[in-house]
């Protein structure tokens, strides 16, 4: 079983993200309401991908971002950018390996292929 965490600070879009996993066998997900709580789970646990917002408080996901980045324990584990923001946010991540992006809404079909795809890559 692949473990993800989702770092995204919204209710709504947690509870999304709740529905689109249940029942699901094929990855254990975490989800976590912002960065802080997100890094505390990375020295915790070992991911197999991070599905992350861009627009949160206090630390925005690029800022994250580039942080887990220039972690040695989390500079390999792919993420998967899902955000509002148009593709232009990837432009600043772009530089970086294992960087993927999604926007906003996304389908349970088109997750679970981009998933496959990231992870089995």
């Known amino acids: 079983m692949r473990k993800i965490l989702i ?4 209710k709504d879009m947690q509870e999304i993200y709740r529905d689109l996993f249940e029942g699901q066998a094929k990855y254990e997900v975490d989800i976590e309401s912002g960065t802080m709580p ?3 789970k990375l ?3 070992n991911y197999d ?6 627009i949160m408080e206090p630390i925005a996901g690029d ?3 580039v942080y887990l ?15 509002v923001l148009g593709p232009e946010i990837m432009e600043k991540l772009r530089r970086v390996d294992h960087a993927f992006y999604m926007q906003k809404p ?7 292929e981009k998933l496959d795809d990231i992870i089995t890559g």
Request: cysteine-free.
């Open 63 to 65: 800022s994250f971002f």
């Open 49 to 54: 991908l991070i599905i992350l917002d861009i």
């Open 38 to 40: 997100a890094l505390r």
């Open 7 to 10: 770092v995204e600070d919204e």
């Open 106 to 112: 996304v389908t349970k079909e088109k997750l679970f």
């Open 69 to 83: 980045r220039s972690d040695n324990k989390t500079s390999s584990i792919p993420v998967l950018v899902v955000s």
């Open 43 to 45: 020295t915790a646990k």
